[in-house]
């Protein structure tokens, strides 16, 4: 990446992971995929039971893959035909991977689901949530983090799981009421009860969507 795209990030994240503490989460910055993976091993206790929403951006930084390969007990939702089961066991799980549709830059997240499995768990339940966010999350308020999720993140989403809703065909968000709609619960975190369950890692990368 370039060398003052990087810096900038890395200024950015500062002031991201400032605003994460002052809501009792903890914010991490990683200067690459590499980092990112190994600072997110290490908060995942050996032996632990890991499972995931869709989580694109940590399987773009390979950290799905090495959990795998890992001393933990992985609950792959894909690869487990009662979904629903794999979902549920989300909620009892010791970490739970996600990624984030958006970021303000004080450190509230915003999060949109279809089925609000994903939503749920990183609300309550798991006993750890870890975020991989990628600096291109980053947005200067709450207004600009919810209309980056949902006319940047939905229709890409909406295209990527082939689904006909309106933001699909146009690119942009049309406040729609369709059947297929991915928009069903919107989670905005801007703070956590509990100390130490909710960390991001900020990684100096453009990762999901």
């Not at 980092?35 to 632990?48: C, F, M, N, Q, R």
């Not at 009662?82 to 066991?89: E, P, Q, T, V, Y």
């Not at 999720?149 to 082939?162: C, H, K, S, T």
């Amino acid at each position: 990446m370039n060398e003052f795209i990087s810096k900038r990030n890395a200024l950015l994240a500062e002031k991201v992971i400032k605003g994460l503490g002052s809501r009792n989460m903890t914010g991490w910055y990683a200067a690459d995929r590499a980092s990112a993976v190994k600072l997110a091993l290490d908060l995942i206790p050996e032996g632990g039971t890991v499972t995931m929403g869709g989580a694109l951006s940590a399987r773009e930084i390979g950290l799905v893959d090495a959990v795998q390969a890992g001393p933990y007990t992985f609950i792959d939702r894909d690869a487990i035909a009662d979904k629903r089961a794999a979902m549920l066991a989300a909620y009892d799980a010791d970490v739970f991977l996600s990624g984030a549709n958006a970021i303000t830059e004080d450190g509230v997240m915003v999060n949109i689901d279809g089925n609000a499995n994903r939503v749920s768990a990183i609300a309550q339940g798991p006993k750890k949530v870890i975020f991989i966010v990628g600096m291109n999350k980053v947005c200067p308020d709450l207004d600009a983090a919810m209309k980056r999720a949902r006319n940047v993140a939905a229709p890409i989403n909406a295209q990527r799981f082939g689904l006909s809703t309106p933001c699909a065909k146009t690119g942009a968000c049309m406040d729609c009421k369709s059947p297929d709609t991915i928009c069903c619960q919107f989670l905005i975190t801007r703070y956590s009860r509990h100390k130490d369950r909710i960390h991001v890692i900020l990684v100096n990368d453009a990762l999901g969507f």
